[in-house]
């Protein structure tokens, strides 16, 4: 008896999931500007509530031990130098690597995004294949990570600094591999920033960054964080500096897990993701 009723809640859970993701669908399929925002507020509550009780473990500041969760970032770290060496060709024709500021349109237009700042993109929902080409050996080991949801080399141009702002959806965390870091970071010049208290989270006053936790990258060393928290980053120092950024989805609930699934398959066929496939797509460099 007890095995049945648990199946009927596990059953009823995922029902309950479906359910919520199929009327965020509905709301997404008629969705102007304000509704996006509605539904993607309403989202993101989902995963912060399931947060608060634990649910969902909290990632606070900056995480390199995540061999449990993510074990296949080893095996992208294990292969640095390839990594490297492909980004390195890349770099040979760098200015015919898009923008970041006209990537999706209105979406990157501006704020943040309206720096030095180039991204080479393996996926956004789906691989790009053309670009996937160029960078055979990189493609490869992302395949071959789970729950990867957004992959691209970010490249940021000397003494750009991307100013305070929060991320946009609670179901993922990001990951950097460093993979060309001026020096090596020596001179401590190229750093991302992260405030993860509740406070500056939950006020959303962005001059609280100032009391944050600093990482250095490192050539071929990865790390963790919470995109959804108050951060910042710069390159200080007079050369590009190159991380390989990816969205993972975090690890959850098997109901949760389903809803989010749902919900970024949902938001990976609309318009603006269509935009950003359309202008990362390089057929050479």
Known sequence: MTSVLVAIVVVAGLAGAVWIALRVRRQLERANNDVLTTVKDAVNGVFMRAEARGAIRRVTGFCTDYDDDYPELRRLEASYEAVRDECLELLREKDRITDISVLGGDYTGGGIHAIRWKSFVFKSGDFIEANCRLAPRTAELLRDIPGVYTAFFSILDPHQYVTPHYGYYKGILRYHLGVIIPGDNADRSAWLRVNSSPEANEIRQKSLIDKGERYHWRNGEGVIFDDFHLHDAANDSDE???????????????????FDAIVMGIAHRLPVISKIQ????????
Do not use: F, H, T, Y
């Open 278 to 285: 359309e202008n990362a797509r390089i057929e050479s460099v």
């Open 240 to 258: 590009v500096r190159v991380v390989l950024w990816l969205d993972i989805a975090r690890k959850m609930p098997a109901r949760l897990r389903l």
